[in-house]
T-cell receptor, first 114, second 113 residues
Framework: AQSVTQPDIHITVSEGASLELRCNYS??????LFWYVQSPGQGLQLLLK??????LVQGIKGFEAEFKRSQSSFNLRKPSVHWSDAAEYFC????????????FGAGTRLFVKA | KAGVTQTPRYLIKTRGQQVTLSCSPI?????VSWYQQTPGQGLQFLFE???????NKGNFPGRFSGRQFSNSRSEMNVSTLELGDSALYLC????????????FGQGTRLTVV
């Protein structure tokens, strides 16, 4: 079965500190992997995506993620968090297995303290 | 390029009524997907339409239905509303399909009373 697990429901980091959000997936074929961010009352915005190639992908707003096939993980990182990064972050997996649909994790709420 | 537009943004309905939500995708995008987002269940896939055909469907009852028009605009309908249908309904469009990068609208907040 296809699934995405984000182990941390919420995380609090200090402004300027580094950030890592965890994501593990279960997928029967080569996955397409995504990270989205959602601000309150808004839709989702794509931060970055991995389809193939270099396992370290760069995204918008200074975010990056690393695909580790052996660990079925796609963790999101940022070296220095800004207060405006406070939001909910969703990891997602998609592909042709099971039809054309993308499955989302439950999300991680990021709080940034001054 | 205009983004994904969902109307209305907010809606209050009574149990037992039906509701229709609308989504206009980004120009040129042929795929439209619908998601239900609730605090308890997170983002759940409803269905995906591609070139007017439903290509994939999530695990929702038959009360939830949708369609796509020749201009790629999509509607979803929920009949016999239940309190548990209260949610943020998100529409996403993509050029090829739900598996590729998706662009989301701001959603329609449905409250069932």
């Amino acid at each position: 079965a296809q699934s995405v697990t984000q182990p941390d429901i919420h995380i609090t980091v200090s402004e300027g500190a580094s950030l890592e959000l965890r994501c593990n997936y279960s997928y029967g074929a080569t996955p397409y992997l995504f990270w989205y961010v959602q601000s309150p009352g808004q839709g989702l915005q794509l931060l970055l995506k991995y389809f193939s190639g270099d396992t370290l992908v760069q995204g918008i707003k200074g975010f990056e993620a690393e695909f580790k096939r052996s660990q079925s993980s796609f963790n999101l990182r940022k070296p220095s968090v800004h207060w405006s990064d406070a939001a909910e972050y969703f990891c997602a997996v998609g592909g042709r297995t099971g039809g054309f649909k993308t499955i989302f994790g439950a999300g991680t709420r990021l709080f940034v303290k001054a | 390029k205009a983004g994904v537009t969902q109307t209305p943004r907010y809606l209050i309905k009574t149990r037992g009524q039906q509701v229709t939500l609308s989504c206009s995708p980004i120009s040129g995008h042929r795929s439209v997907s619908w998601y239900q987002q609730t605090p308890g269940q997170g983002l759940q896939f409803l269905f995906e339409y591609f070139s007017e055909t439903q290509r994939n469907k999530g695990n929702f009852p038959g009360r939830f239905s949708g369609r796509q028009f020749s201009n790629s605009r999509s509607e979803m309908n929920v009949s016999t509303l239940e309190l548990g249908d209260s949610a943020l309904y998100l529409c996403a469009s993509s050029p090829q399909g739900a598996v590729t990068e998706a662009f989301f609208g701001q959603g329609t907040r449905l409250t069932v009373v």
